[in-house]
Structure formats: C-alpha cells, structure tokens
C-alpha cells in the first residue's frame, strides 16, 4: 500500500495551545499535501509542499518536510476552537504519467474552548 | 459558488438496487477523482479520469461504474448494492498542470445500503 499514516490519531488540547501533526510516507514523492475535513464535510486544502521544500508557512500554519525520512509535520500555532477537525496529508506519487494522491487516516483535533 | 458540486447529498437504498452520483466542478481543471472514506475516515481513492480518459482504476468491483460525459462532469454508477458500498463518496478534481495547487474536494455523498 502507498498510503500514508497520520500520527496521533487523536489530540486534544485546550484553544491557545499548539498542535502538532506527522505524517509518514512510503514512496518517493513529487509534493504532499495538508488537508482539513470538519465533522460532515469535504476536505479542504490547507497547503502544498514540494518535494525539494523543507519547510513552508501559511498563517497559523507550519509544515515541515523531511524527504530523507519520509515524513511531514503539520504545527498549528495558536490553536482556536474552530480549528476542531481531521487532518490528512495528501502523499502524491507519479505513475505511469499521473499523479495519484494517497491519503492517510487523519488525525482527529479536538481544540477546548 | 460551489466549486465542486455533488449530488446527492444523502442516498439511503437498499441493497441490490442501482443508483448513480453526479459531480461537476466549475473551476476548469482537466482531472477529476472518485474517493471513498470508510467509517474509520480512510480515504481510498477509485478512479481518476483526465479529459475525458480514464487515468486511474484501482481495484474498484467492476459493479462501480464512471462515466465523464465532459472534463467538467464525473459521474459514478454502481450497480446492484451491497451493504458494504455503504460510506461516503467524494469526488475532486484538480489542474494537473497547475503544480501548485492541491485537490478541490466536494461535500460528499453519504452513501446508505440497507
């Protein structure tokens, strides 16, 4: 299986605290991905990292890539009640011309008010 | 304005029965994806078309069935249902040349075979 893993599974942390998320992969990637799914919806893109990045912000956001590893990190800075939802990375892998994206389980955040 | 629209929302049939899901998106890119969260939220992907061309078949019973009419529209059909078809069907799509950018996801629908 190409898929990905998420770790932790869960967390839970109170708001105003920072949230960290890893990820791990199996194959050699072109870019990997961070997703968030709130309870009953569609997953939605929070940023993209390239293969030949090693580290990337976007506002609250933190993502770290370790090529060598095969791994990722998501760090959420400030977390806020809103921020309570599933997060999945997003490995993507070329085959045979495409891109194929491989989703991990997610980890599930829970941020107290 | 919903960039990736799928409908319906909510499928509750019983099993054997043949039911179909739209997805169209509206934002011009050239690929579109059909996705499978179990209950356990893994994210399994299904098929993957490229205008109009079939990409991506994993290993999917030949009961499921898509159908890209155009590069905007991906449609899924799966017939005679069983119990475990029961989960959630997304379906994405994303500008393969737009290296940038990830996978614009719809909302999803929630599948129920009873």
């Known amino acids: 299986s190409q898929q990905g893993e998420e770790d932790p599974q869960a967390l839970s942390i109170q708001e105003g605290e920072n949230a960290t998320m890893n990820c791990s992969y199996k194959?050699?990637?072109?870019?990997l991905q961070w997703y968030r799914q709130n309870s009953g919806r569609g997953l939605v893109h929070l940023i993209l990292?390239?293969?030949?990045?090693r580290e990337k912000h976007s506002g609250r956001l933190r993502v770290t890539l370790d090529t060598s590893k095969k791994s990722s990190s998501l760090l959420i800075t400030a977390s806020r009640a809103a921020d309570t939802a599933s997060y999945f990375c997003?490995?993507?892998?070329?085959?045979?011309?495409?891109?194929?994206?491989?989703f991990g389980r997610g980890t599930s955040l829970i941020v107290h008010p | 304005d919903t960039a990736v629209s799928q409908t319906p929302k909510y499928l509750v049939t019983q099993m054997g029965n043949d039911k179909s899901i739209k997805c169209e998106q509206n934002?011009?890119?050239?690929?579109m994806y059909w996705y499978k969260q179990d209950s356990k939220k893994f994210l399994k992907i299904m098929f993957s078309?490229?205008?109009?061309?079939?990409?991506i078949n994993e290993t999917v019973p030949n009961r499921f069935s898509p159908k890209s009419p155009d590069k905007a529209h991906l449609n899924l059909h799966i017939n005679s249902l069983e119990l475990g078809d029961s989960a959630v069907y997304f379906c994405?799509?994303?500008?393969?040349?737009?290296?940038?950018?990830?996978?614009?996801f719809g909302s999803g629908t929630r599948l129920t075979v009873v």
């Open positions: 997003a490995s993507s892998w070329a085959s045979g011309g495409s891109y194929i994206p491989t």
């Open positions: 194959t050699s990637i072109n870019n």
């Open positions: 990292i390239r293969s030949n990045e």
């Open positions: 934002l011009g890119h050239d690929t």
């Open positions: 078309y490229n205008n109009k061309e079939l990409i």
């Open positions: 994405a799509s994303r500008d393969s040349q737009g290296l940038g950018y990830g996978y614009t």
